[in-house]
């Protein structure tokens, strides 16, 4: 099946630790993005990335850290730096820039 | 930065009744999507709407993007249309860039 796949579903952590959220697409699509969202909110951006070996910062992305080595993959970790990590992280990929973005399921990361 | 509001923040219907969500974005967009969000939080495409109208099913949605807004129209609604609706705008002075509303509270009740 095409899609986006996002792993663990649910996560969860003691505080001060790092943790890795795994996200991989088999669309073929060259641009890739981390979304962070927390109850009752929208969606803000953490990371994004154009192609592989490149990625940007987006408007939250102090604590956390990225890496697109393969054009499939963008893992996200969430460093001990995050001052409060406990979210539901979500991850999307699109063909390019301006076009429709498609996103996986998400992963609940809780950390106590 | 650009401004996305969405309107109103809660709707509750009797099912079968009908709405309209509305996004007003301050600047100019390449890109406006609309997603429903699920109770499990998966995000549903709707409708990939920079301009113009579209429809599929009881779904329609109409962005004027000279006067910077779009509409979401739900007909004869159900209960599994229940969950938050999301619009998000590719902003034209970023790049890869999809910035969110905050989203509609929609109850649909039996």
């Known amino acids: 099946d095409g899609g986006i796949t996002q792993s663990p579903k649910y996560l969860f952590r003691k505080e001060g630790q790092n943790v890795t959220l795994s996200c991989e697409q088999n669309l073929n699509h060259d641009a890739m993005y981390w979304y962070r969202q927390d109850p009752g909110q929208g969606l803000r951006l953490i990371y994004y990335?154009?192609?592989?070996?490149?990625?940007q910062k987006g408007d939250i992305a102090e604590g956390y850290s990225v890496s697109r080595e393969k054009k499939e993959s963008f893992p996200l970790t969430v460093t001990s730096a995050q001052k409060n990590p406990t979210a539901f992280y979500l991850c999307?990929?699109?063909?390019?820039?301006?076009?429709?973005?498609?996103f996986g399921q998400g992963t609940r990361l809780t950390v106590v | 930065g650009i401004q996305v509001e969405q309107s109103p923040p809660d709707l509750i219907l009797q099912e079968g009744a009908n709405s309209t969500l509305r996004c007003n974005f301050s600047d100019s967009v390449n890109n406006l999507q609309w997603f429903h969000q699920n109770p499990w939080g998966q995000l549903i495409n709707l409708f990939y709407?920079?301009?113009g109208t579209k429809q599929n099913g009881r779904l329609s949605a109409t962005t004027v993007a000279t006067e910077r807004y779009s509409l979401l129209y739900i007909s004869s609604s159900q209960t599994t249309d229940s969950g938050v609706y999301f619009c998000a705008v590719d902003w034209m002075d970023s790049s890869y860039k999809l910035i969110f509303g905050s989203g509609t509270r929609l109850l649909v009740r039996p």
């Open positions: 990335s154009q192609i592989v070996n490149d990625f």
């Open positions: 999307a990929s699109s063909v390019g820039q301006a076009v429709e973005a498609f």
């Open positions: 709407i920079p301009s």
